[in-house]
C-alpha cells in the first residue's frame, strides 16, 4: 500500500511511504528536509517492521519542535497500521 503523508512542523512536507500487506516498509521518501539524513533514515528502515520503526523513531525531537522528521515517519505509520 502507497501513502503519503503531510508533515507537521518539520523541513520535510510529506513522506512518501509503502508498506506490503504484514506492515514490511517496501520504501520511504520524504520530499524536502536534510537530505543526507532523509535518504539515511529511508535507508535504515526499509525491510522494517512499521512497528519497530514506530517503537524507535517515536518521540524524537529536533530542536525543540516537539518532533521530527523520524517522529513524523513513526506517527505517519500509526495512521497506516490503524487503518
Known sequence: MKT???TKRVCSR????ETDDNNII???KFNGGC???TKG??????G????????KCKGIDCNGRG???PDQ???ALEEIINK
Do not use: Q
Request: proline fraction near 0%; aromatic fraction near 4%.
Open 26 to 28: 517496501k520504501s520511504v
Open 4 to 6: 503519503v503523508y503531510k
Open 73 to 75: 515517519l513513526a506517527l
Open 35 to 37: 537530505n543526507g539524513n
Open 14 to 17: 510529506s513522506i512518501e511511504i
Open 67 to 69: 518532533t521530527s522528521c
Open 41 to 46: 533514515i529511508a535507508s535504515l528502515v526499509t
Open 48 to 55: 522494517m517492521k512499521a512497528e519497530d520503526v514506530i517503537e
